[in-house]
């Protein structure tokens, strides 16, 4: 299995991007992913900013809740994540990751050791 990240960028406060997860090798009928962040400077937060499945449950952090969502094509076997309403707050390196198959529970999708791949990561900076 093998995760390719794209999407990420330079965008306003206030703006929007949308990040593409292109999987393969995966099998897209079950399976969950996550997006994480490293902040600048930070280390990377192994809490998930927002998770969803096969089961078509999902889970955002409240930093996130509202703003961004999930969602994914079948044919193109992509997940994408939508980030509306960016602040400074949320620059970052993104990551996806993925667990195959499913465990089952949104419970084991929230820490980046859940996982069982993860991608190289893209920079979006959100400027004030």
């Known amino acids: 299995v093998q995760l390719v990240e794209s999407g990420g960028g330079n965008v306003q406060n206030g703006g929007s991007l949308r990040l593409s997860c292109a999987t393969s090798?995966?099998?897209?009928?079950?399976?969950?992913i996550g997006w994480f962040r490293q902040a600048p400077g930070k280390k990377r937060d192994d809490d998930v900013l927002?998770?969803?499945?096969?089961?078509?449950?999902?889970y955002y952090a409240d930093s996130v809740k509202g703003r961004f969502s999930i969602s994914s094509d079948y044919a193109k076997k992509t997940v994408y994540l939508q980030m509306n309403n960016l602040t400074p707050e949320d620059s970052g390196v993104y990551y996806c990751?993925?667990?195959?198959?499913?465990?089952?529970?949104?419970?084991?999708?929230?820490?980046?050791?859940?996982?069982?791949?993860w991608s190289q990561g893209t920079q979006v900076t959100v400027s004030s």
């Open positions: 927002c998770a969803s499945n096969t089961d078509n449950t999902s």
């Open positions: 090798g995966l099998n897209f009928d079950d399976f969950g």
């Open positions: 990751a993925v667990q195959f198959p499913y465990s089952g529970s949104v419970n084991y999708l929230l820490r980046w050791g859940h996982y069982d791949r």
